[in-house]
């Protein structure tokens, strides 16, 4: 299968003719690229260890951080519709408080 340009696409249907053509651009194109390197900084454990007050308090610090964060996402409800909500909870505990009331003078 060929392009606009007459290049070779690597992903056509699999047959035998075109995995062979993969495999000679594969062939072809790796020996072209550079090696990879390896450039991390590995001084872990180099130098002094930090106390173990001073990571405990880091790690306090992340912490609230992070309920910040978390805090500042959440969507409060307006004023309007913790008034409904309390009035319908109100209105629950008066009736189930005259219901048990009813029936506690029956028993």
């Given at each position: 299968?060929?392009?606009?340009n007459?290049n070779?696409?690597?992903?056509?249907?699999?047959t035998?003719d075109?995995?062979?053509?993969?495999?000679?651009v594969?062939?072809n194109?790796s020996?072209?690229?550079?090696?990879?390197?390896?450039?991390?900084?590995?001084?872990?454990?180099?130098?002094?260890?930090?106390?173990?007050?001073?990571?405990?308090?880091?790690?306090?610090?992340?912490?609230?951080?992070?309920m910040?964060?978390?805090l500042?996402k959440?969507?409060?409800?307006?004023?309007?519709?913790?008034?409904k909500?309390?009035?319908?909870?109100?209105?629950?505990?008066?009736?189930?408080?005259?219901?048990?009331?009813?029936?506690?003078v029956?028993?």
């Amino acid at each position: 299968m060929k392009n606009k340009n007459n290049n070779k696409v690597i992903n056509s249907p699999l047959t035998q003719d075109t995995l062979e053509e993969n495999k000679i651009v594969s062939e072809n194109t790796s020996s072209n690229l550079p090696a990879k390197t390896n450039n991390k900084n590995n001084n872990k454990g180099k130098g002094k260890k930090e106390n173990g007050f001073v990571r405990f308090f880091k790690k306090i610090g992340r912490a609230f951080k992070g309920m910040v964060e978390e805090l500042k996402k959440v969507t409060w409800p307006t004023f309007s519709n913790t008034l409904k909500s309390t009035g319908v909870v109100l209105i629950f505990v008066v009736v189930f408080l005259a219901f048990h009331l009813f029936f506690g003078v029956l028993y």
